[in-house]
């Protein structure tokens, strides 16, 4: 794992709490690990971390698709939000448009 990994997997951890405690009413028994664990599973957590590891995370569609979660749906923006604070996509950078005046005016003799 490299240390921007370790990193998500701790805004994760802390944002699967939160929610499993929003989730839960408000409650949370901190000895109970196992209700933490229905809500999200380390399998998930891990999965979010490995595509934000190699960057295959690029619309929130792209995660309802590729995470096996019942509610990733419903929090797939929020998640995309944390994995791009440890792992920002690159964006491709935009090629200037050429002018007409900067087309090449200059005509090929095929016949030599």
């Known amino acids: 794992m490299t240390d921007a990994d370790v990193k998500l997997k701790s805004l994760l951890q802390a944002w699967r709490l939160e929610r499993f405690i929003e989730f839960n ?3 949370h028994d901190p000895d109970d690990t196992i209700g933490l664990l229905t809500f999200m599973s380390g399998r998930v957590l891990q999965r979010l971390i490995d595509l934000a590891h190699f960057g295959t995370f690029k619309s929130n569609e792209q995660l309802i ?3 096996d979660w019942c509610l990733i749906d419903v929090h797939a923006k929020s998640l ?3 994995m ?3 792992h920002p ?3 491709a950078p935009s090629l200037p448009v050429a002018s007409s005046s900067d087309a090449c005016t200059a005509t090929v003799n095929p016949c030599g």
């Open 25 to 27: 009413g408000g409650k």
């Open 89 to 91: 996509t690159i964006q």
């Open 65 to 67: 698709r590729d995470v």
């Open 84 to 86: 791009e604070l440890s």
């Open 80 to 82: 995309r939000k944390i």
